[in-house]
């Protein structure tokens, strides 16, 4: 399938994580104002574009991302057509799959959500089914 635009969750450059804005710091040559990078500052400029597959591995994404992520990945999946997606957040304590399964419950094209069976990473991943017609309502005219 084609590849579809998902915003990444922005974050305003000029400021830093706890708002303040950041000064300029004088570049080597001394003659522009440079600023000093975060690392909550956003990789990209643009939306980064992901394929429309039936596995997300949220391993790439920054903590702070992964909700805005999945959320718009899984309705572009469901206005794509498509019905089982299986989402990887790992195992470690268990904080990602609890934030995903509490994003998963209030979107209202999400049909159901299981642990994935073992072969596919068991506990580590969630299976989540789609009812496809729920994801984009101007869709059902």
């Not at 708002?19 to 104002?33: D, F």
């Not at 805005?68 to 309705?75: C, I, W």
């Not at 990887?88 to 159901?112: N, T, Y």
Request: charged letters at 25%; one cysteine or more; a negative charge.
């Amino acid at each position: 399938m084609g590849g579809r635009k998902v915003r990444r969750a922005g974050v305003d450059p000029s400021r830093d994580r706890e708002g303040a804005e950041n000064t300029p710091l004088a570049n080597a040559r001394g003659s522009e104002p440079a600023y000093e990078a975060t690392e909550c500052d956003p990789p990209f400029p643009e939306p980064v574009v992901l394929p429309l597959e039936d596995v997300l591995d949220l391993h790439p994404f920054a903590p702070h991302e992964v909700r805005s992520v999945v959320e718009e990945y899984l309705s572009q999946c469901c206005a794509a057509g498509l019905t089982v997606v299986r989402l990887i957040h790992g195992k470690g304590m268990g904080v990602q799959r609890e934030s995903i399964r509490a994003l998963l419950a209030r979107l209202p094209f999400v049909r159901a959500v299981h642990d994935a069976p073992p072969e596919a990473g068991g506990w580590g991943a969630t299976v989540v089914t789609l009812q496809p017609n729920l994801a984009n309502p101007d869709r059902n005219g």
